[in-house]
């Protein structure tokens, strides 16, 4: 199975920073990409799919990159609303299966 | 509006069984892929389960065998029934609607989840 490592698993930073979080999969998995955004109680939330394609309704300041086993998510100016939990996810389809990464905590400094 | 109401969790044994339902507002059940996933106290998340528009089945190893995912298209609502529960089980359970879609250079299908419920919790305990 395909597995999913994020870095770093938290991150301290302060509002108007910019914030890159970094998922690598175990074998190449091309543009198949998504990002979720989690709050304290809260279901998750999509940012991003298929790598680099922003959600509708998301905001601009947040983007996605990479291909193949190296993806990012940037936050080029971090906002107070965005400090919460993130996580990449992949599907396998054969059989089909969805993977997570660990999750990673963006926290004020 | 595009809505998903999880229901059904609550407080049962080791061994026991229990049935999430997740109601449906706004599109219809049966024309998406629809998905379970759990988050343990404390955990990230955890996939549990898909049930694709034609009505193929999937499951995570760690509950296959003991959950069914499965849908009433006239009450557009999605369901996991749980049997055997364990303590590992226990968590807010989420169902969402997917998307299944091909990568940009055909080479890879992807899958995320757009509409998400508020979750339901399920504590397997004696």
């Known amino acids: 199975a395909i597995q999913l490592t994020q870095s770093p698993s938290s991150l301290s930073a302060s509002v108007g920073d910019r914030v890159t979080i970094t998922c690598r999969a175990s074998?190449?998995?091309?543009?198949?990409l998504a990002w979720y955004q989690q709050k304290p109680g809260k279901a998750p939330k999509l940012l991003i799919y298929d790598a680099s394609s922003l959600e509708s309704g998301v905001p601009s300041r947040f983007s996605g990159s990479g291909s193949g086993t190296d993806f990012t998510l940037t936050i080029s100016s971090l906002q107070p609303e965005d400090f919460a939990t993130y996580y990449c996810q992949q599907f396998n389809s054969y059989p089909p299966s969805l993977t997570f990464g660990g999750g990673t905590k963006v926290e004020i400094k | 509006e595009v809505q998903l109401v999880e229901s059904g969790g609550g407080l049962v044994q080791p061994g026991g069984s229990l049935r999430l339902s997740c109601a449906a507002s706004g599109f219809t059940v049966s024309s998406n892929y629809m998905s379970w996933v759990r988050q343990a106290p404390g955990k990230g998340l955890e996939w549990v389960s898909v049930i694709y528009s034609g009505g193929s089945t999937y499951y995570a190893d760690s509950v296959k065998g003991r959950f069914t995912i499965s849908r009433h298209n006239s009450k557009n609502t999605l369901y996991l029934q749980m049997n055997s529960l364990r303590a590992e089980d226990t968590a807010v359970y989420y169902c969402?609607?997917?998307?299944?879609?091909?990568?940009?250079?055909?080479?890879?299908?992807?899958?995320?989840?757009?509409?998400w419920g508020k979750g339901t919790t399920v504590t397997v305990s004696s």
């Open positions: 969402a609607r997917g998307f299944l879609g091909t990568s940009r250079d055909q080479s890879w299908d992807y899958y995320y989840m757009d509409v």
């Open positions: 074998q190449g998995i091309s543009s198949a």
